[in-house]
């Protein structure tokens, strides 16, 4: 595709409940992130992709997150026993090779809405 | 520990004035500065972005400045139009980093 599509666009869970957020890159890619963005803030890094490996996990706020990207294209992000905090818009960005400077691409983003 | 500080929170200026938003960093290993443009419900664009090497660049009616000794940075919107209304947002990253620090966000508004 042209762009970061991301889906669904929205998503309301019930507390407890598991969610997966889905990220389809920029074909050509290597580099992917999701970054957490909650209303009135900047977007927050979660983690990143280089291929299918996770290079840096380190934003991940607890376990309950979890990221695979498993042919190094489309990526996963997967809540568990989702909490009212986890509300937010998450967001998925690709770039051509994930160096330092390199221009990242975002997708419209997937708004959690947990009630 | 918020490694961009971003200001003013929100701003209003008339069609045709200048728009000025300002970040400021710490962290000496940050080389690429990134302004993002978002409108509601949209993932951020990027708008235009600066290295340390050069202390401004411009791109049509958008300038960032650059001070590196003071480690500030800032952009510029000339001739604002009521298009331009949206949240703006710094960021930065460092080549050996793996991600983009943000900002909080300034959200302009450009009254016709």
């Known amino acids: 595709g042209a762009g970061v599509s991301q889906t669904p666009s929205n998503k309301v869970t019930e507390k407890g409940k598991y969610v997966e957020l889905r990220c389809d890159p920029i074909?050509?890619?290597?580099?992917l992130y999701w970054y957490r963005q909650s209303l009135g803030q900047g977007p927050e890094f979660l983690i990143y992709f280089q291929g299918t490996g996770a290079a840096d996990d380190s934003g991940l706020p607890n376990d309950r997150f979890f990221a695979v990207r498993p042919e190094g294209s489309v990526s996963t992000l997967k809540i568990q026993r989702t909490e009212r905090g986890d509300s937010a818009v998450y967001l998925c960005?690709?770039?051509?090779?994930?160096?330092?400077?390199?221009?990242?691409?975002f997708g419209q983003g997937t708004r959690l809405t947990v009630v | 520990q918020q490694q961009v500080k971003q200001s003013p929170q929100s701003l209003i200026v008339q069609k045709g004035g200048i728009s000025i938003i300002n970040c400021a960093y710490e962290n000496t290993a940050f080389d690429y500065f990134p302004w993002y443009q978002q409108f509601p419900g949209k993932g951020p664009a990027l708008l235009i972005a600066i290295r340390p090497d050069v202390s401004e660049k411009k791109e049509g009616r958008f300038t960032i400045s650059f001070n590196k000794s003071a480690k500030q940075f800032s952009l510029h919107i000339m001739d604002s139009q009521p298009g331009d209304s949206a949240t703006y947002f710094c960021?930065?990253?460092?080549?050996?980093?793996?991600?983009?620090?943000f900002g909080t966000g300034t959200s302009l508004t450009v009254i016709p």
């Open positions: 074909s050509g890619h290597t580099a």
């Open positions: 960021a930065a990253s460092s080549d050996t980093g793996n991600q983009f620090y």
């Open positions: 960005a690709s770039s051509y090779s994930g160096q330092g400077g390199t221009e990242a691409f």
